[in-house]
């Protein structure tokens, strides 16, 4: 199973047959800042980063942007993606996994091999995140969005993955799985994460130094979030080689955040 | 005149003589890969020739045999030069039960107009112990770097432990508060713990972080200490205090042989 073609419609989203609008309401929902699913607490270094002088403005916070969404943002996207496809396929765990045996998808087997396919999935997510701080933060958001999600859009994938990771899926990893329930193409569960990998820490530097919203959204308005979702697409490895693009400065940060005293944001 | 382009692979195997010491077993040297036996259970990589430069695909296997002991250092810098396409290192790594790795070259200095890939693949045993350095400097003095994209791999009994990848010279992440800042030099240093699951939960292993270091325990049974400096001498000097606050076991032949004093009291 790798999502290309084989995988048809209901995987890759391009989707002849499918409505235009296939996914749209899920993914709006999803990415929208209003989702109750504790987000907007969280800065993404962006306060840390404010605090320290690293952004004083405009042109630092796109630089900011920039890295953290060819970073984070790009490894992001590519968890939920995997995620996504994991949630989508009925034959999942038998993909992706070494020395899979081929054991009908069925019954209480079939359960217990989703439950070790999703802790792996969450331990490659571990393994591209040397912060604890992030790590932290980002088991926290993807615990609270399980939980949101699983009320919102009840699905079967998401149940599993909740029983499997029970202090909480990598955030990346979450959102896949709940892109699938709400009914979003793994291509949108990725834009998704690379959105808001960024969108976050963008409005974070609008509270923290009273930036003006509008040139923040133009920054946003430039940022490559389709050119860098289409790459990871196009890219589709197994779980082992997806991105791992680091981002020393960014753990420092988070880092040195959970040992600032007064703070607005939990990361 | 065109320099042909150089393919080289050089292979390094311990294994224990019969009084239970770590001998080297294989050491096939492949220009400009050339290595050179200075101590027992240390090599030295001594570069017999310019670059990498551009088009050349070096490759250094290295496989330590289960109970032996093996530090792996280098003469000088290794300085990364444009030619005819891109460079290739690629490292491939075995660490077997009980075996310890020490690996700690000098920089990888990035020359203007190089095109690099780095690629280094570790697969450790569950027990094995690993010290491993890295440090990328972005251009020699006043020099802007060319581009280098590196991945570093390191498993633990097949079970992930650390994926990273650096980019170097990307306009999307050059100069990025989020990545590498002002920094001229990245560095970091994994070296294996015991197993998070065999510590008392009351026992977190806590991170630390100073000016430009943090020290940075993993999910798994490794800490990553990670650094940013603006200059080669300012990067060894922070990594090495995060590394001396790493607590590795105090027996382990990895603090030895690297010299790592035992970390100061975490909780002054």
Known sequence: ?267 | MTKALVRARAILRTGLDDRGLTRIETMRSDPPLTLRQTAPGEIHLVSTGAGPLGGDHLRLDIEVAEGTSLTVRSIASTLVLPGTGRSLMEIHVDVASGATLVFAPEPTVLAAGCDHRMTTTIALAPDASLFWREEIVFGRHGERPGRCHSRFDATVGGRPLLRQEFVVGDPESDGSPAVFGTARCVGSTLITTETPADEPKSDPREAEVAEGVAVLPLAGPGTLVSALAADAVELRARLSWGESRVSIQADSPARATVGLRPPASRFP
Not at chain 1, 10 to 34: E, I, K
Not at chain 1, 90 to 101: E, G
Not at chain 1, 150 to 177: F, M, N, Q, Y
Request: proline content about 7%.
């Open chain 1, 1 to 267: 199973m790798d999502g290309t073609a084989a995988g048809g419609p209901a995987v890759n989203g391009a989707a002849p047959g499918m409505p235009p609008t296939h996914g749209l309401a899920g993914l709006l929902l999803l990415a929208d800042s209003r989702l109750p699913a504790g987000g907007h607490a969280h800065s993404g270094g962006a306060e840390e980063a404010c605090r320290t002088g690293a952004i004083s403005g405009p042109e630092d916070l796109a630089r900011f942007l920039r890295g953290r969404l060819a970073t984070a943002g790009r490894v992001a996207a590519a968890l939920a993606w995997s995620a996504c496809v994991a949630a989508h396929d009925p034959k999942f765990p038998d993909m992706r996994r070494p020395n899979s045996h081929n054991t009908a998808p069925d019954g209480h087997a079939h359960a217990a091999d989703a439950a070790t396919a999703w802790r792996l999935l969450d331990a490659e997510a571990d393994a591209r995140i040397a912060s604890p701080a992030q790590r932290l933060a980002s088991r926290t958001q993807g615990r609270l969005l399980v939980r949101t999600a699983k009320r919102v859009w009840p699905s079967t994938a998401l149940g599993t993955l909740a029983g499997a990771v029970p202090d909480g899926a990598h955030h990346p990893i979450a959102l896949g799985a709940a892109a699938q329930a709400a009914g979003c193409t793994p291509a949108q569960a990725a834009m998704a994460a690379a959105y808001t990998s960024v969108t976050g820490a963008a409005t974070a530097a609008v509270r923290l130094l009273g930036l003006d919203p509008v040139t923040v959204h133009r920054v946003l308005a430039e940022l490559p979030l389709a050119d860098l979702t289409d790459s990871v697409i196009a890219e589709q490895h197994d779980w082992s080689a997806l991105p791992a693009h680091a981002a020393p400065a960014l753990d420092l940060l988070a880092e040195q955040h959970l040992r600032t005293e007064v703070r607005l944001f939990v990361s």
